[in-house]
């Protein structure tokens, strides 16, 4: 099986459909976070965003009408919330902002098809799928709407997603977001954000903003990720896997160029490991970023990765590291450092 010989086609209602959480997180709840002992802003995130999911449990409605996001006292009437209308988690990759955010969808007191879970770039595919007005009637009937990976990397990403969530939050929609950047440095290293202030500044109003500190769990207590194998160890892995895609890793980049990114998750199905020949640096900044988000779909779909060639902490240069990206890229190294470890039994299976 070979993902260069997929090209899947989305329908719009798909995109849609599947904006619940990945399957990885579909048992994760608040009280199976394991909040770090020295992270007291770990403890208290749960909290506070234990008492959104409370706040969120009477019947939506437009702003003007509806109960404020955390909750009134016992026999009190609703009241315009005077605040913020959503939350924001931000803090380093591997902290546990994934596993929050998808805790409080499920606690959140509403059919799946009245809430949305996506990333920051499934919900601009779908409005580049469905048009700007189609999504905000589709997602204006929805209790809440949560936000993975928060980032703005151009100006029409900026003023495009100002615009969705001021209408949403009109409508009633409360909001959920994580990123590794604070809402106020958004866009920042990527490009002019400061002729972007007044929508940047507007996107932050919507949110209470929580820091979360701690270390990346997926390194908390594990070994080091295993050296890449040899190409024979790849392909005999590869061959002896139900389920395995075997691909050279050049005409995977190149063929990621050629599939639109929300289709990247539907490239995957069906996959139980992907197996990746001739690993080597990225040699651009596109295609990088193509493949930050296909780890992404894989570490969502919980698909171990096994590769020969160079390893992942050598996939993006010093340059990129650098970079206004360079959050993107660390998050990228270590999900698939993670994945790489899953797939370290499909050698000895092999």
Same mark, same amino acid.
């Given at each position: ?7 899947? $086609? ?37 909290? =506070?965003? *234990? ?28 009241? =315009? ?40 770039? *499934? ?27 928060? *980032? ?20 009633? =929609? ?56 040899? *190409?024979?160890?790849?392909? %005999? ?25 929300? $289709? ?14 001739? =690993? ?20 969502? %779909? ?11 902490? %050598? ?36």
């Amino acid at each position: 099986m070979s993902l260069c010989s997929r090209e899947p $086609r989305v329908p719009a209602d798909r995109l849609v459909a599947e904006m619940v959480p990945p399957p990885r997180f579909d048992s994760v709840r608040f009280s199976t976070y394991l909040p770090d002992p020295n992270q007291s802003s770990q403890r208290e995130a749960v909290h =506070v965003l *234990e008492e959104f999911a409370n706040g969120l449990g009477q019947s939506p409605g437009p702003a003007t009408g509806r109960r404020g996001l955390f909750g009134f006292g016992r026999g009190k009437a609703p009241k =315009v919330p005077a605040g913020p209308r959503g939350v924001y988690l931000d803090g380093g990759y591997g902290v546990g902002k994934t596993h929050l955010l998808a805790s409080l969808w499920h606690a959140t007191d509403a059919e799946p098809s009245r809430k949305a879970f996506g990333t920051f770039v *499934e919900l601009t595919n779908l409005v580049g799928a469905l048009g700007f007005q189609q999504t905000v009637q589709t997602l204006s009937g929805h209790r809440l709407l949560c936000i993975d990976e928060f *980032e703005l990397d151009d100006p029409g990403d900026t003023v495009l997603v100002s615009s969705l969530l001021a209408r949403l939050v009109e409508a009633g =929609v409360a909001l959920a977001a994580t990123s590794n950047t604070l809402p106020g440095k958004l866009g920042e290293g990527r490009f002019a954000a400061a002729d972007f202030m007044r929508e940047i500044q507007g996107l932050s109003a919507h949110f209470r903003a929580l820091r979360i500190d701690g270390e990346d769990y997926r390194h908390r207590g594990l070994p080091e990720a295993p050296a890449p194998y040899s *190409e024979e160890q790849v392909t %005999r892995a590869a061959r002896a896997t139900d389920g395995a895609s075997l691909d050279d890793f050049t005409a995977l980049l190149d063929h990621l160029a050629r599939v639109h990114p929300s $289709r990247y998750g539907a490239l995957t199905d069906g996959l139980s490991a992907v197996c990746l020949t001739g =690993v080597r640096p990225v040699p651009d900044q596109s295609t990088a970023l193509r493949l930050v988000v296909l780890a992404d779909r894989l570490y969502d %779909r919980e698909v171990p990765v096994l590769t020969s060639g160079e390893p992942f902490d %050598r996939l993006f240069g010093e340059e990129m590291l650098k970079g206004g990206y360079r959050k993107k890229y660390f998050r990228a190294i270590s999900r698939l450092t993670a994945l790489a470890r899953d797939a370290a039994p499909l050698v000895d299976a092999g």
